[in-house]
Structures are given as C-alpha cells and as structure tokens.
C-alpha cells in the first residue's frame, strides 16, 4: 500500500522565491496535517484540514504560508515569498476521522527537506 | 507549560538491554491518546505505537510496550532486546480529542544510540 506521499523531497531556493510542496494522502484518509519541524521548535502542526476544509489554520506562521486541498488527494503548501528562517522539514500526515470513532493515527509522509538560502 | 515532556535529551544504551523513554504528558480532556514515533537519521516519522486514555491495558506491539500510569500523566516506551536499528529520535505525541484541534502534540524527542 502506498504511504503519504510528498515532493519534492528537497528543495534548495533563494530568499524571496515562491516555493510549493505537495502532498499526496493514503487513499481514503479524509484528514490531513501539514507539520514543520526545526531544530529550535521541533515538531508543530501548521494547519490540518478533513474532507478537504482548513479547519485550524492557527499553526501557519504568517501570511506568507497559505495551504489548499482542492481534492481528497492532493495538498499543498505555499511560501511566497520565502525567508531563510522558513528553512525546515514539512511534512504532510494523514489519518481516516470518523466522527465519534475516537483517534486515529497518523500517518506521515517522508517529509520535505527546504532550505532557502 | 509543555503538554509533551521528554526528560532524555540522548540515552546510551548496549544492544539486546531493555529501554525505557520517559513521557509525561499535561491534559485535562478525559479523552485523548498518546503516540510514539520513531525518526532515523534518514528523516521519516515512523509510527510506533498508541494508547487510548480509555484503554484498559498498556499497548504492545512487537518489541515496543507502552507503560501508561494515567495517575501520573505518564506514558514511557519499552522497547525490550534493544538492536542497532533502534537508533534514532523518539517522539512521545498526544492528540486531545475534546480540544477541538485535532493535530499531534510533540515532546522535543529523545536521541537513543545503542551501542554494539
């Protein structure tokens, strides 16, 4: 069974460049996390949406991060324009949420490596 | 206050000895359930195993056990006959389910290296 699938796996840009991660979920998950994880804060949930709806968007540092899931398959993540302090692992995650079946794992994916330079 | 605590920057330990993780949690939802995951030098967030604050008896799965004391708001990882491939980070991780937010909660990890 595929896993969360995420691209790329490394990016390298320069300050002020839009940069787009992607993300691709199990299939039949219908939540999805995107994650930040840096030396300094280590893991935090940036926005996760279910069914395809941002539902808590209060992790996304500023607004220059903006996220979209136009389909129950495809995420992504969107820095413009980009800072070196961006620089970090983001990963996706995703999880099956079933209303009233208690918690569910999560998922994640190999995680995207960005450094802007 | 941290609602993840990981007391073990790094641990040292001999390959097929035991190790216990330390995690302690902070939460007043009755219902919310715990997660350690495992991180290798190659980056991936690799799940490990889950507790359920309703569950009855402590997770097992495979060489990981879980020791929950819900009294203490504790919920350390067993890893028992520990290998060289147990080297990496671990995340102890809470997901409350009456926050209203359904996105994990990480402790800052903790480095095992097991050592031949």
């Known amino acids: 069974d595929a896993g969360v699938i995420q691209s790329p796996r490394h990016e390298v840009t320069e300050m002020g460049q839009e940069v787009t991660l992607r993300c691709k979920p199990i299939s039949g998950h219908n939540s999805l996390f995107w994650y930040r994880q840096t030396m300094m804060r280590g893991l935090e949930l940036l926005i996760y949406?279910?069914?395809?709806?941002?539902?808590?968007d209060s992790g996304m540092p500023e607004d220059r991060f903006s996220a979209k899931m136009p389909n129950a398959s495809f995420s992504t993540l969107k820095i413009q324009p980009s800072e070196p302090r961006d620089s970090a692992v983001y990963f996706c995650a995703s999880t099956l949420g079933v209303q009233g079946a208690g918690i569910r794992t999560q998922y994640f994916g190999p995680g995207t490596r960005l450094l802007v330079l | 206050a941290q609602k993840i605590t990981q007391t073990q920057p790094g641990m040292f330990v001999q390959e097929k000895e035991a190790v216990t993780l330390d995690c302690t949690y902070d939460t007043s939802d009755p219902s919310y359930g715990l997660f350690w995951y495992k991180q290798p030098s190659s980056g991936e967030m690799i799940f490990l195993i889950y507790q359920g604050s309703y569950d009855q008896q402590n997770a097992t799965e495979g060489r990981y056990s879980l020791n929950f004391q819900k009294a203490r708001k504790s919920a350390n990882l067993v890893i028992s006959a520990s290998q060289l491939g147990d080297s990496a980070m671990y995340f102890c991780?809470?997901?409350?389910?009456?926050?209203?937010?359904?996105?994990?909660?990480f402790g800052k990890g903790t480095h095992l290296i097991i050592q031949p």
């Open positions: 949406f279910n069914n395809n709806v941002p539902i808590d």
């Open positions: 991780a809470m997901r409350e389910q009456g926050g209203g937010a359904d996105g994990l909660t």
